[in-house]
Protein backbone atom coordinates (compact mmCIF):
# COMPACT_ATOMS: atom_id res chain seq x y z
CA UNK A 1 0.00 0.00 0.00
CA UNK A 2 1.47 3.62 -0.99
CA UNK A 3 -0.09 7.16 -1.20
CA UNK A 4 -2.96 7.81 0.01
CA UNK A 5 -4.14 4.06 0.38
CA UNK A 6 -1.76 4.48 3.36
CA UNK A 7 -2.54 7.65 4.79
CA UNK A 8 -6.53 6.81 5.04
CA UNK A 9 -5.36 2.95 6.74
CA UNK A 10 -3.33 4.99 9.04
CA UNK A 11 -5.44 7.15 10.49
CA UNK A 12 -8.09 4.70 11.02
CA UNK A 13 -5.23 2.52 12.87
CA UNK A 14 -4.56 6.22 14.88
CA UNK A 15 -8.62 6.51 15.17
CA UNK A 16 -9.15 3.12 16.65
CA UNK A 17 -5.39 3.64 18.78
CA UNK A 18 -7.32 6.81 20.30
CA UNK A 19 -10.58 5.37 21.02
CA UNK A 20 -8.89 2.48 22.97
CA UNK A 21 -6.63 4.88 25.05
CA UNK A 22 -9.65 6.82 25.78
CA UNK A 23 -11.95 3.78 26.66
CA UNK A 24 -8.59 3.47 29.44
CA UNK A 25 -8.61 6.80 30.74
CA UNK A 26 -12.20 6.74 31.43
CA UNK A 27 -12.21 3.40 32.68
CA UNK A 28 -14.33 1.68 30.41
CA UNK A 29 -13.33 -1.52 29.37
CA UNK A 30 -11.34 -0.98 25.88
CA UNK A 31 -11.92 -4.81 25.30
CA UNK A 32 -15.98 -3.54 24.42
CA UNK A 33 -14.37 -1.44 21.56
CA UNK A 34 -14.43 -3.77 18.02
CA UNK A 35 -12.40 -2.56 15.38
CA UNK A 36 -14.11 -3.33 12.91
CA UNK A 37 -17.25 -0.47 14.13
CA UNK A 38 -15.20 1.73 13.01
CA UNK A 39 -15.79 2.25 9.30
CA UNK A 40 -14.37 5.65 7.60
CA UNK A 41 -16.10 7.23 5.23
CA UNK A 42 -16.65 10.75 2.85
CA UNK A 43 -17.65 13.27 4.28
CA UNK A 44 -20.57 14.83 1.88
CA UNK A 45 -18.47 18.05 0.74
CA UNK A 46 -14.77 18.11 0.28
CA UNK A 47 -14.60 21.21 1.94
CA UNK A 48 -15.98 19.15 5.33
CA UNK A 49 -12.84 16.77 4.91
CA UNK A 50 -11.31 13.78 3.34
CA UNK A 51 -12.54 11.30 5.68
CA UNK A 52 -15.10 10.80 8.40
CA UNK A 53 -15.40 8.59 11.04
CA UNK A 54 -19.07 7.92 12.44
CA UNK A 55 -18.86 7.56 15.72
CA UNK A 56 -22.61 6.16 16.80
CA UNK A 57 -21.38 2.84 17.02
CA UNK A 58 -19.17 3.82 20.29
CA UNK A 59 -21.25 6.30 22.11
CA UNK A 60 -22.90 2.78 24.46
CA UNK A 61 -19.74 1.88 25.56
CA UNK A 62 -18.54 5.46 26.59
CA UNK A 63 -22.25 6.19 28.25
CA UNK A 64 -22.13 9.39 26.24
CA UNK A 65 -23.29 10.87 23.07
CA UNK A 66 -21.34 10.52 19.87
CA UNK A 67 -20.88 13.96 19.34
CA UNK A 68 -19.36 15.04 23.00
CA UNK A 69 -17.56 11.57 22.46
CA UNK A 70 -16.14 13.26 18.79
CA UNK A 71 -15.02 16.22 21.03
CA UNK A 72 -13.52 14.04 22.89
CA UNK A 73 -11.64 12.03 20.51
CA UNK A 74 -10.57 15.29 17.97
CA UNK A 75 -8.86 16.63 20.98
CA UNK A 76 -7.37 13.59 22.09
CA UNK A 77 -5.97 13.15 17.86
CA UNK A 78 -5.05 16.59 17.66
CA UNK A 79 -2.01 15.81 20.33
CA UNK A 80 -0.58 13.21 18.88
CA UNK A 81 2.71 14.73 16.96
CA UNK A 82 2.94 11.18 14.51
CA UNK A 83 -0.07 12.02 11.96
CA UNK A 84 -0.22 14.73 9.66
CA UNK A 85 -3.32 16.46 8.61
CA UNK A 86 -6.05 18.35 10.64
CA UNK A 87 -8.92 16.81 12.80
CA UNK A 88 -12.18 18.52 12.73
CA UNK A 89 -15.34 17.59 14.35
CA UNK A 90 -18.81 17.68 12.24
CA UNK A 91 -21.82 16.67 15.28
CA UNK A 92 -21.12 12.82 15.71
CA UNK A 93 -18.29 12.71 12.95
CA UNK A 94 -14.27 13.27 13.58
CA UNK A 95 -13.50 14.15 10.47
CA UNK A 96 -9.90 14.36 8.55
CA UNK A 97 -8.39 17.06 6.20
CA UNK A 98 -5.25 14.73 5.23
CA UNK A 99 -2.32 16.01 5.19
CA UNK A 100 -1.23 15.91 1.20
CA UNK A 101 2.20 16.79 1.39
CA UNK A 102 4.20 13.52 1.43
CA UNK A 103 1.78 11.91 -0.79
CA UNK A 104 2.27 15.14 -3.27
CA UNK A 105 6.01 14.19 -2.80
CA UNK A 106 5.58 10.42 -3.31
CA UNK A 107 3.42 11.64 -6.37
CA UNK A 108 5.78 13.81 -7.86
CA UNK A 109 8.80 11.86 -7.49
CA UNK A 110 6.99 8.72 -8.87
CA UNK A 111 5.79 10.42 -11.82
CA UNK A 112 8.76 12.55 -13.00
CA UNK A 113 9.61 11.09 -16.18
CA UNK A 114 6.11 9.65 -16.80
CA UNK A 115 7.42 6.05 -16.60
CA UNK A 116 4.66 3.57 -18.21
CA UNK A 117 4.52 1.54 -14.72
CA UNK A 118 3.19 4.03 -12.14
CA UNK A 119 -0.27 2.66 -11.03
CA UNK A 120 0.77 -0.82 -11.31
CA UNK A 121 -0.72 -2.47 -8.34
CA UNK A 122 1.09 -6.13 -8.11
CA UNK A 123 -1.09 -6.87 -5.89
CA UNK A 124 -1.84 -10.53 -8.34
CA UNK A 125 2.26 -10.60 -8.69
CA UNK A 126 2.77 -13.82 -10.47
CA UNK A 127 -0.41 -14.89 -10.62
CA UNK A 128 -1.16 -17.03 -13.69
CA UNK A 129 -4.18 -16.02 -15.73
CA UNK A 130 -5.40 -16.75 -19.27
CA UNK A 131 -8.09 -14.79 -20.62
CA UNK A 132 -10.19 -15.98 -23.66
CA UNK A 133 -11.81 -13.68 -25.96
CA UNK A 134 -13.17 -12.49 -29.17
CA UNK A 135 -13.80 -16.06 -30.15
CA UNK A 136 -15.39 -15.27 -33.99
CA UNK A 137 -16.45 -17.93 -36.49
CA UNK A 138 -15.37 -18.02 -39.90
CA UNK A 139 -18.01 -17.59 -42.17
CA UNK A 140 -18.29 -13.70 -41.55
CA UNK A 141 -16.54 -10.92 -40.57
CA UNK A 142 -16.61 -9.29 -37.26
CA UNK A 143 -19.59 -7.33 -35.62
CA UNK A 144 -20.34 -4.85 -32.91
CA UNK A 145 -20.87 -7.48 -30.53
CA UNK A 146 -17.22 -8.25 -31.20
CA UNK A 147 -15.80 -5.08 -30.36
CA UNK A 148 -17.52 -4.73 -27.12
CA UNK A 149 -15.84 -8.40 -26.33
CA UNK A 150 -12.51 -7.44 -27.55
CA UNK A 151 -12.68 -4.07 -25.57
CA UNK A 152 -13.34 -6.09 -22.41
CA UNK A 153 -10.78 -8.76 -23.23
CA UNK A 154 -8.08 -6.59 -24.22
CA UNK A 155 -8.91 -3.91 -21.41
CA UNK A 156 -9.13 -6.47 -18.74
CA UNK A 157 -5.90 -8.48 -20.06
CA UNK A 158 -4.07 -4.96 -19.54
CA UNK A 159 -5.46 -4.25 -16.25
CA UNK A 160 -4.95 -7.68 -15.25
CA UNK A 161 -1.06 -7.10 -16.26
CA UNK A 162 -0.94 -3.92 -14.52
CA UNK A 163 -2.11 -5.44 -11.20
CA UNK A 164 0.94 -7.91 -11.64
CA UNK A 165 -0.62 -10.81 -12.99
CA UNK A 166 1.32 -13.14 -15.59
CA UNK A 167 -1.32 -13.05 -18.33
CA UNK A 168 -1.96 -14.95 -21.24
CA UNK A 169 -4.39 -13.89 -24.15
CA UNK A 170 -6.33 -16.52 -25.95
CA UNK A 171 -8.61 -16.74 -28.75
CA UNK A 172 -10.88 -19.44 -29.70
CA UNK A 173 -11.84 -19.53 -33.57
CA UNK A 174 -14.61 -21.14 -34.23
CA UNK A 175 -13.74 -22.52 -37.77
CA UNK A 176 -15.28 -25.62 -38.48
CA UNK A 177 -19.31 -26.14 -38.22
CA UNK A 178 -22.28 -25.96 -40.72
CA UNK A 179 -21.89 -22.24 -41.12
CA UNK A 180 -18.89 -22.37 -42.76
CA UNK A 181 -19.88 -25.11 -44.82
CA UNK A 182 -23.02 -22.75 -45.93
CA UNK A 183 -20.38 -20.15 -47.59
CA UNK A 184 -18.00 -22.92 -49.10
CA UNK A 185 -21.29 -24.12 -50.60
CA UNK A 186 -22.27 -20.68 -52.13
CA UNK A 187 -18.82 -20.15 -53.42
CA UNK A 188 -18.58 -23.37 -55.20
CA UNK A 189 -21.90 -22.37 -56.40
CA UNK A 190 -21.68 -18.39 -57.65
CA UNK A 191 -17.76 -17.60 -57.11
CA UNK A 192 -16.90 -18.64 -60.80
CA UNK A 193 -13.27 -18.79 -58.58
CA UNK A 194 -13.38 -15.18 -57.71
CA UNK A 195 -11.05 -14.35 -54.95
CA UNK A 196 -10.74 -11.27 -52.63
CA UNK A 197 -7.61 -10.05 -54.75
CA UNK A 198 -9.18 -10.21 -57.65
CA UNK A 199 -12.61 -8.40 -56.25
CA UNK A 200 -10.77 -5.62 -54.51
CA UNK A 201 -12.70 -6.93 -51.22
CA UNK A 202 -11.90 -7.34 -47.73
CA UNK A 203 -11.28 -11.12 -47.52
CA UNK A 204 -13.46 -11.68 -44.58
CA UNK A 205 -16.88 -9.60 -45.97
CA UNK A 206 -15.73 -11.47 -49.29
CA UNK A 207 -16.54 -14.72 -47.28
CA UNK A 208 -19.06 -13.14 -45.21
CA UNK A 209 -21.34 -12.40 -48.71
CA UNK A 210 -22.08 -16.06 -49.48
CA UNK A 211 -22.86 -16.69 -46.43
CA UNK A 212 -25.27 -13.85 -47.36
CA UNK A 213 -25.60 -15.51 -50.06
CA UNK A 214 -26.60 -18.69 -49.28
CA UNK A 215 -29.49 -17.84 -47.08
CA UNK A 216 -30.75 -15.93 -50.03
CA UNK A 217 -30.27 -19.11 -51.94
CA UNK A 218 -31.68 -21.61 -49.36
CA UNK A 219 -35.32 -19.32 -49.16
CA UNK A 220 -35.55 -20.70 -53.06
CA UNK A 221 -33.66 -24.20 -52.82
CA UNK A 222 -35.22 -26.16 -49.98
CA UNK A 223 -32.03 -29.03 -50.99
CA UNK A 224 -29.02 -26.33 -50.22
CA UNK A 225 -29.61 -26.84 -46.20
CA UNK A 226 -29.15 -30.84 -46.85
CA UNK A 227 -25.95 -30.32 -49.23
CA UNK A 228 -24.58 -27.96 -46.55
CA UNK A 229 -25.51 -30.42 -44.10
CA UNK A 230 -23.61 -33.55 -46.67
CA UNK A 231 -20.74 -30.98 -46.98
CA UNK A 232 -19.56 -30.87 -43.38
CA UNK A 233 -20.15 -34.39 -43.43
CA UNK A 234 -17.79 -35.06 -45.80
CA UNK A 235 -15.09 -32.41 -44.40
CA UNK A 236 -15.42 -34.74 -41.28
CA UNK A 237 -14.40 -37.57 -43.55
CA UNK A 238 -11.35 -35.39 -44.66
CA UNK A 239 -12.55 -35.26 -48.47
CA UNK A 240 -9.42 -33.86 -50.23
CA UNK A 241 -11.68 -31.26 -52.01
CA UNK A 242 -13.72 -30.00 -49.57
CA UNK A 243 -10.93 -29.57 -47.11
CA UNK A 244 -8.82 -27.73 -49.62
CA UNK A 245 -11.80 -25.14 -49.92
CA UNK A 246 -12.62 -25.02 -46.19
CA UNK A 247 -8.47 -24.09 -46.03
CA UNK A 248 -8.87 -21.36 -48.73
CA UNK A 249 -11.63 -19.87 -47.34
CA UNK A 250 -10.74 -19.99 -43.37
CA UNK A 251 -7.70 -18.22 -44.49
CA UNK A 252 -9.39 -15.17 -46.33
CA UNK A 253 -11.98 -15.06 -43.47
CA UNK A 254 -9.15 -15.21 -40.82
CA UNK A 255 -7.29 -12.97 -42.55
CA UNK A 256 -9.95 -10.84 -42.60
CA UNK A 257 -10.82 -10.94 -39.19
CA UNK A 258 -6.89 -10.54 -38.05
CA UNK A 259 -6.94 -7.36 -39.92
CA UNK A 260 -9.87 -5.54 -37.63
CA UNK A 261 -7.61 -6.98 -34.76
CA UNK A 262 -4.40 -5.19 -36.25
CA UNK A 263 -7.13 -1.80 -36.83
CA UNK A 264 -8.42 -2.03 -33.15
CA UNK A 265 -5.32 -2.81 -31.09
CA UNK A 266 -6.06 -6.40 -30.35
CA UNK A 267 -3.81 -9.48 -30.18
CA UNK A 268 -3.56 -12.83 -28.80
CA UNK A 269 -0.67 -14.79 -27.34
CA UNK A 270 -2.22 -17.63 -28.83
CA UNK A 271 -5.25 -19.33 -30.74
CA UNK A 272 -7.30 -22.18 -30.68
CA UNK A 273 -9.10 -23.71 -33.38
CA UNK A 274 -12.14 -25.42 -32.89
CA UNK A 275 -11.53 -27.75 -35.44
CA UNK A 276 -8.60 -29.05 -33.63
CA UNK A 277 -10.32 -28.65 -30.70
CA UNK A 278 -13.55 -30.33 -31.24
CA UNK A 279 -13.26 -34.09 -30.35
CA UNK A 280 -10.62 -32.99 -27.33
CA UNK A 281 -14.01 -33.81 -24.70
CA UNK A 282 -14.81 -37.18 -25.64
CA UNK A 283 -11.85 -38.80 -23.56
CA UNK A 284 -13.01 -36.62 -20.58
CA UNK A 285 -16.14 -37.50 -20.32
CA UNK A 286 -15.63 -41.33 -21.09
CA UNK A 287 -13.01 -41.23 -18.43
CA UNK A 288 -15.62 -39.27 -15.99
CA UNK A 289 -18.22 -42.18 -16.15
CA UNK A 290 -15.47 -44.93 -15.37
CA UNK A 291 -15.56 -42.93 -12.39
CA UNK A 292 -19.06 -42.76 -11.62
CA UNK A 293 -19.09 -38.66 -12.34
CA UNK A 294 -21.18 -39.05 -14.93
CA UNK A 295 -24.40 -41.71 -15.77
CA UNK A 296 -25.67 -43.20 -19.29
CA UNK A 297 -28.57 -43.94 -20.78
CA UNK A 298 -30.14 -46.77 -21.81
CA UNK A 299 -29.57 -45.52 -25.26
CA UNK A 300 -25.53 -45.44 -24.79
CA UNK A 301 -25.64 -41.55 -24.59
CA UNK A 302 -23.89 -39.89 -21.73
CA UNK A 303 -25.56 -37.47 -19.29
CA UNK A 304 -24.51 -35.40 -16.05
CA UNK A 305 -26.98 -34.98 -12.92
CA UNK A 306 -26.76 -31.38 -12.12
CA UNK A 307 -29.39 -31.64 -9.26
CA UNK A 308 -26.76 -30.40 -6.94
CA UNK A 309 -26.74 -26.93 -8.51
CA UNK A 310 -30.55 -26.74 -8.99
CA UNK A 311 -30.66 -27.53 -12.43
CA UNK A 312 -31.72 -30.50 -14.70
CA UNK A 313 -30.07 -33.30 -16.38
CA UNK A 314 -27.46 -32.27 -19.43
CA UNK A 315 -25.95 -34.74 -21.90
CA UNK A 316 -22.87 -34.61 -22.77
CA UNK A 317 -21.81 -37.33 -25.34
CA UNK A 318 -24.83 -38.24 -27.91
CA UNK A 319 -25.56 -41.94 -28.69
CA UNK A 320 -23.90 -41.63 -31.56
CA UNK A 321 -20.65 -40.79 -30.08
CA UNK A 322 -20.82 -36.95 -31.52
CA UNK A 323 -19.83 -34.59 -29.07
CA UNK A 324 -21.84 -30.86 -28.09
CA UNK A 325 -20.96 -27.48 -27.56
CA UNK A 326 -20.01 -28.37 -23.73
CA UNK A 327 -18.15 -31.39 -24.52
CA UNK A 328 -15.94 -29.74 -26.45
CA UNK A 329 -15.24 -26.97 -23.76
CA UNK A 330 -14.27 -29.26 -21.50
CA UNK A 331 -12.04 -30.79 -23.44
CA UNK A 332 -10.82 -27.49 -24.70
CA UNK A 333 -10.38 -25.88 -20.78
CA UNK A 334 -8.46 -29.04 -19.69
CA UNK A 335 -6.20 -29.30 -22.90
CA UNK A 336 -5.37 -25.62 -22.15
CA UNK A 337 -4.17 -26.08 -18.23
CA UNK A 338 -1.77 -28.61 -19.98
CA UNK A 339 -0.35 -26.13 -22.48
CA UNK A 340 0.05 -23.68 -19.59
CA UNK A 341 -0.40 -23.87 -15.77
CA UNK A 342 -3.09 -20.96 -14.96
CA UNK A 343 -4.66 -20.58 -11.98
CA UNK A 344 -7.30 -18.46 -13.06
CA UNK A 345 -9.43 -18.30 -16.87
CA UNK A 346 -11.41 -15.78 -17.78
CA UNK A 347 -13.89 -16.69 -20.81
CA UNK A 348 -15.10 -13.02 -22.21
CA UNK A 349 -18.40 -14.30 -23.27
CA UNK A 350 -22.20 -12.86 -23.74
CA UNK A 351 -24.28 -12.85 -21.17
CA UNK A 352 -26.79 -15.29 -23.60
CA UNK A 353 -24.11 -18.31 -22.26
CA UNK A 354 -24.79 -17.64 -18.70
CA UNK A 355 -26.31 -21.06 -18.30
CA UNK A 356 -23.67 -22.66 -20.55
CA UNK A 357 -20.36 -21.58 -18.46
CA UNK A 358 -22.66 -22.19 -14.98
CA UNK A 359 -22.53 -26.09 -16.32
CA UNK A 360 -19.09 -26.13 -18.01
CA UNK A 361 -17.29 -25.02 -14.26
CA UNK A 362 -19.62 -26.98 -12.34
CA UNK A 363 -18.49 -30.40 -14.58
CA UNK A 364 -15.10 -29.31 -14.36
CA UNK A 365 -15.72 -28.86 -10.41
CA UNK A 366 -16.93 -32.05 -10.42
CA UNK A 367 -14.02 -34.09 -12.45
CA UNK A 368 -11.56 -32.95 -9.66
CA UNK A 369 -9.70 -30.02 -11.41
CA UNK A 370 -8.81 -28.04 -8.33
CA UNK A 371 -8.32 -24.96 -11.02
CA UNK A 372 -11.79 -25.28 -12.04
CA UNK A 373 -12.41 -23.22 -8.45
CA UNK A 374 -11.01 -20.13 -10.36
CA UNK A 375 -13.20 -19.72 -13.80
CA UNK A 376 -14.98 -16.48 -14.24
CA UNK A 377 -17.70 -16.30 -17.07
CA UNK A 378 -16.94 -12.37 -18.08
CA UNK A 379 -20.49 -12.14 -19.19
CA UNK A 380 -21.44 -9.36 -21.24
CA UNK A 381 -24.74 -7.51 -22.63
CA UNK A 382 -25.92 -6.54 -25.78
CA UNK A 383 -24.87 -4.11 -27.80
CA UNK A 384 -27.27 -2.23 -30.61
CA UNK A 385 -26.87 1.05 -32.46
CA UNK A 386 -29.83 3.97 -31.83
CA UNK A 387 -32.94 3.50 -33.60
CA UNK A 388 -33.06 3.92 -37.38
CA UNK A 389 -29.23 4.10 -37.32
CA UNK A 390 -26.68 1.98 -39.79
CA UNK A 391 -27.38 -1.22 -40.73
CA UNK A 392 -25.43 -3.89 -42.18
CA UNK A 393 -25.93 -5.07 -45.64
CA UNK A 394 -28.40 -8.13 -43.70
CA UNK A 395 -29.79 -5.28 -41.78
CA UNK A 396 -29.33 -7.56 -38.77
CA UNK A 397 -26.35 -7.03 -36.82
CA UNK A 398 -24.10 -4.26 -37.72
CA UNK A 399 -20.81 -4.35 -38.76
CA UNK A 400 -17.34 -4.19 -37.27
CA UNK A 401 -15.65 -2.65 -39.84
CA UNK A 402 -18.12 -0.13 -40.93
CA UNK A 403 -18.88 0.92 -37.92
CA UNK A 404 -15.36 1.85 -37.69
CA UNK A 405 -15.07 3.92 -41.07
CA UNK A 406 -18.03 5.75 -40.06
CA UNK A 407 -16.46 6.73 -36.78
CA UNK A 408 -13.50 7.60 -38.24
CA UNK A 409 -14.90 9.86 -40.97
CA UNK A 410 -16.92 11.45 -38.30
CA UNK A 411 -13.49 12.29 -36.09
CA UNK A 412 -12.07 13.67 -39.20
CA UNK A 413 -15.31 15.88 -40.26
CA UNK A 414 -14.63 17.02 -36.43
CA UNK A 415 -11.02 18.12 -36.50
CA UNK A 416 -11.63 19.79 -39.72
CA UNK A 417 -14.84 21.74 -38.44
CA UNK A 418 -12.73 22.34 -35.25
CA UNK A 419 -10.21 24.03 -37.67
CA UNK A 420 -7.67 21.81 -35.89
CA UNK A 421 -5.92 20.34 -38.83
CA UNK A 422 -2.32 22.46 -38.38
CA UNK A 423 -2.63 21.62 -34.76
CA UNK A 424 -2.86 17.58 -35.25
CA UNK A 425 0.69 15.89 -36.74
CA UNK A 426 -1.69 14.04 -39.73
CA UNK A 427 -5.40 14.42 -40.09
CA UNK A 428 -5.61 10.75 -41.17
CA UNK A 429 -3.62 9.11 -38.25
CA UNK A 430 -4.94 11.57 -35.52
CA UNK A 431 -9.01 10.65 -37.02
CA UNK A 432 -8.07 6.74 -36.99
CA UNK A 433 -6.79 7.34 -33.02
CA UNK A 434 -10.05 9.60 -32.05
CA UNK A 435 -12.19 7.16 -33.45
CA UNK A 436 -10.55 4.14 -31.60
CA UNK A 437 -10.42 6.26 -28.59
CA UNK A 438 -14.67 7.02 -28.88
CA UNK A 439 -15.46 3.75 -29.54
CA UNK A 440 -13.41 1.88 -26.90
CA UNK A 441 -14.18 4.30 -24.10
CA UNK A 442 -18.10 4.31 -25.10
CA UNK A 443 -17.95 0.78 -24.61
CA UNK A 444 -15.81 0.08 -21.72
CA UNK A 445 -17.60 3.03 -19.56
CA UNK A 446 -20.49 1.03 -19.21
CA UNK A 447 -20.55 -1.94 -16.62
CA UNK A 448 -19.88 -5.35 -19.00
CA UNK A 449 -23.22 -6.95 -17.52
CA UNK A 450 -25.47 -3.97 -18.41
CA UNK A 451 -27.05 -4.03 -21.80
CA UNK A 452 -26.17 -0.76 -24.10
CA UNK A 453 -27.28 1.41 -27.22
CA UNK A 454 -23.94 2.47 -28.63
CA UNK A 455 -23.99 6.26 -30.10
CA UNK A 456 -21.83 7.01 -32.15
CA UNK A 457 -22.60 10.60 -32.54
CA UNK A 458 -22.33 10.82 -28.09
CA UNK A 459 -18.85 9.01 -28.19
CA UNK A 460 -17.10 10.99 -30.15
CA UNK A 461 -17.76 14.35 -28.14
CA UNK A 462 -15.05 16.10 -27.48
CA UNK A 463 -16.89 17.31 -24.52
CA UNK A 464 -18.31 15.10 -22.53
CA UNK A 465 -17.99 11.45 -20.87
CA UNK A 466 -15.34 10.54 -23.95
CA UNK A 467 -12.35 8.92 -25.07
CA UNK A 468 -11.95 11.80 -27.35
CA UNK A 469 -12.07 14.06 -24.47
CA UNK A 470 -9.44 11.79 -22.16
CA UNK A 471 -7.07 12.78 -25.43
CA UNK A 472 -7.72 16.02 -25.53
CA UNK A 473 -6.75 16.76 -21.63
CA UNK A 474 -3.79 14.44 -22.40
CA UNK A 475 -2.81 16.36 -25.42
CA UNK A 476 -3.35 20.15 -23.35
CA UNK A 477 -0.61 18.71 -20.57
CA UNK A 478 1.40 17.75 -23.20
CA UNK A 479 0.98 21.38 -25.31
CA UNK A 480 1.67 22.90 -21.65
CA UNK A 481 4.86 20.68 -21.27
CA UNK A 482 6.16 21.60 -24.76
CA UNK A 483 5.83 25.56 -24.05
CA UNK A 484 7.82 24.91 -20.42
CA UNK A 485 10.55 22.74 -22.80
CA UNK A 486 11.12 25.94 -24.97
CA UNK A 487 11.32 28.38 -22.17
CA UNK A 488 13.48 25.38 -19.95
CA UNK A 489 16.44 28.59 -19.23
CA UNK A 490 13.86 30.77 -17.34
CA UNK A 491 13.43 28.11 -14.92
CA UNK A 492 17.00 26.29 -14.71
CA UNK A 493 18.00 25.29 -11.14
CA UNK A 494 14.03 25.30 -9.92
CA UNK A 495 12.68 22.42 -8.76
CA UNK A 496 9.00 21.82 -7.86
CA UNK A 497 8.23 22.03 -4.19
CA UNK A 498 5.17 19.81 -3.38
CA UNK A 499 4.02 22.36 -0.41
CA UNK A 500 3.43 24.68 -2.49
CA UNK A 501 0.35 22.71 -4.48
CA UNK A 502 -2.08 23.66 -1.55
CA UNK A 503 -5.46 24.63 -3.58
CA UNK A 504 -8.50 22.43 -3.31
CA UNK A 505 -8.17 21.22 -6.83
CA UNK A 506 -4.41 20.69 -6.00
CA UNK A 507 -5.26 18.61 -3.11
CA UNK A 508 -7.99 16.99 -5.18
CA UNK A 509 -5.98 16.09 -7.71
CA UNK A 510 -2.80 14.62 -5.81
CA UNK A 511 -5.46 12.66 -3.98
CA UNK A 512 -6.92 11.37 -7.57
CA UNK A 513 -3.53 10.49 -9.07
CA UNK A 514 -2.40 8.61 -5.99
CA UNK A 515 -5.68 6.64 -5.88
CA UNK A 516 -4.77 5.47 -9.43
CA UNK A 517 -3.37 2.06 -8.51
CA UNK A 518 -6.39 1.01 -5.94
CA UNK A 519 -8.50 1.86 -8.80
CA UNK A 520 -6.58 -0.70 -10.97
CA UNK A 521 -6.65 -3.13 -8.13
CA UNK A 522 -10.38 -2.84 -7.93
CA UNK A 523 -11.23 -3.16 -11.54
CA UNK A 524 -8.72 -6.34 -11.78
CA UNK A 525 -10.38 -7.76 -8.92
CA UNK A 526 -14.00 -6.71 -10.50
CA UNK A 527 -13.03 -7.77 -13.82
CA UNK A 528 -14.69 -4.04 -14.22
CA UNK A 529 -12.76 -1.71 -17.02
CA UNK A 530 -15.60 0.91 -16.39
CA UNK A 531 -14.37 1.77 -13.13
CA UNK A 532 -11.09 2.33 -14.56
CA UNK A 533 -12.77 4.83 -17.08
CA UNK A 534 -15.01 6.64 -14.78
CA UNK A 535 -11.81 7.44 -12.90
CA UNK A 536 -10.18 9.42 -15.22
CA UNK A 537 -12.91 10.74 -16.76
CA UNK A 538 -13.55 12.65 -13.06
CA UNK A 539 -9.53 13.14 -13.22
CA UNK A 540 -9.66 14.87 -16.54
CA UNK A 541 -12.96 17.28 -15.70
CA UNK A 542 -10.83 18.36 -11.69
CA UNK A 543 -7.79 18.93 -13.90
CA UNK A 544 -9.52 20.72 -16.70
CA UNK A 545 -11.73 22.93 -14.07
CA UNK A 546 -8.06 23.60 -12.45
CA UNK A 547 -6.18 24.11 -15.38
CA UNK A 548 -9.47 26.56 -16.55
CA UNK A 549 -9.07 28.86 -13.03
CA UNK A 550 -5.36 28.69 -12.52
CA UNK A 551 -2.46 30.05 -14.11
CA UNK A 552 0.25 27.06 -14.39
CA UNK A 553 2.96 28.76 -16.61
CA UNK A 554 1.94 32.13 -16.78
CA UNK A 555 1.46 34.59 -14.13
CA UNK A 556 2.68 32.65 -10.74
CA UNK A 557 6.35 32.73 -9.33
CA UNK A 558 8.33 30.25 -10.87
CA UNK A 559 8.95 28.02 -8.20
CA UNK A 560 4.73 27.61 -8.36
CA UNK A 561 4.66 27.20 -12.37
CA UNK A 562 7.42 24.69 -11.92
CA UNK A 563 5.53 22.97 -9.04
CA UNK A 564 2.59 22.92 -11.08
CA UNK A 565 3.58 21.79 -14.15
CA UNK A 566 5.16 18.65 -12.15
CA UNK A 567 1.51 18.54 -10.89
CA UNK A 568 0.27 18.43 -14.39
CA UNK A 569 2.68 15.64 -15.66
CA UNK A 570 1.60 13.44 -12.95
CA UNK A 571 -1.79 14.10 -14.26
CA UNK A 572 -0.70 13.15 -17.58
CA UNK A 573 1.00 10.35 -16.56
CA UNK A 574 -1.89 8.65 -14.97
CA UNK A 575 -4.24 9.64 -18.21
CA UNK A 576 -1.82 8.12 -20.34
CA UNK A 577 -1.59 4.90 -18.42
CA UNK A 578 -4.70 4.94 -18.07
CA UNK A 579 -5.97 5.06 -21.36
CA UNK A 580 -3.83 2.35 -22.44
CA UNK A 581 -5.28 0.03 -20.01
CA UNK A 582 -8.28 0.95 -21.72
CA UNK A 583 -6.94 0.75 -25.22
CA UNK A 584 -7.38 4.19 -25.99
CA UNK A 585 -4.43 5.64 -28.20
CA UNK A 586 -3.15 8.88 -26.97
CA UNK A 587 -2.20 11.62 -28.83
CA UNK A 588 0.24 14.27 -28.23
CA UNK A 589 -1.43 16.55 -30.23
CA UNK A 590 -5.48 17.87 -30.50
N1 LIG B 1 -17.83 -19.00 -30.86
C1 LIG B 1 -18.80 -19.03 -29.82
C2 LIG B 1 -20.05 -18.25 -30.24
O1 LIG B 1 -20.03 -17.60 -31.25
C3 LIG B 1 -18.30 -18.42 -28.54
C4 LIG B 1 -17.24 -19.23 -27.88
C5 LIG B 1 -17.04 -18.80 -26.49
N2 LIG B 1 -16.00 -19.51 -25.83
C6 LIG B 1 -16.08 -20.69 -25.31
N3 LIG B 1 -15.00 -21.22 -24.79
N4 LIG B 1 -17.20 -21.36 -25.29
O2 LIG B 1 -21.04 -18.31 -29.54
Known amino acids: MTGIEA ?5 KKAVFEELCALADRRGDDPAALKEKDLVPGVPPKSEMGDIAFPLFPFAKVFRTSPQALAEELAQGLRNRDDLSGEVRTAGPYVNVVIGVGNIAAELLAATRDLPEAYGSSGHLKGVPVMVEFSC ?11 LRNDALGESISRILRAAGADVRKVNLINDRGIHICKSMLAYREFGDGSTPESTGKKSDHFVGDYYVKFNQWAKENPRAEEDARSMLVAWEKNDPEVNSLWRLMNRWAIEGIEETYE ?19 KDEILKGLERGVFYKEEDGSIWVDLEEIGLDKKVLLRSDGTSLYLTQDIGTAIQRQKDWHFTRLVYV ?26 LYHLSYGMVNLPEGKMKSREGTVVDADDLIRELTSMAEAEIREKEREDEVESVDETARKVALAALHYYLLQVSPNKDMIFNPKESLSFNGNTGPYLQYMGA ?9 QERRDEFTGIEAKPELLNTPEERELIKLCSDFSSVIAAAADQYNPSLLASYLYELARTFSRYYHETPILTGSEKETAVSRLALASAVLCVLKNGMYLLNIPFVEKM
Open 7 to 11: VRENW
Open 136 to 146: PNTNKPLHLGH
Open 263 to 281: ATGISFDQIYYESQTYSLG
Open 349 to 374: VGSEQQYHFRVLFHVLTKLGFEWAEN
Open 476 to 484: RISSMRRKF
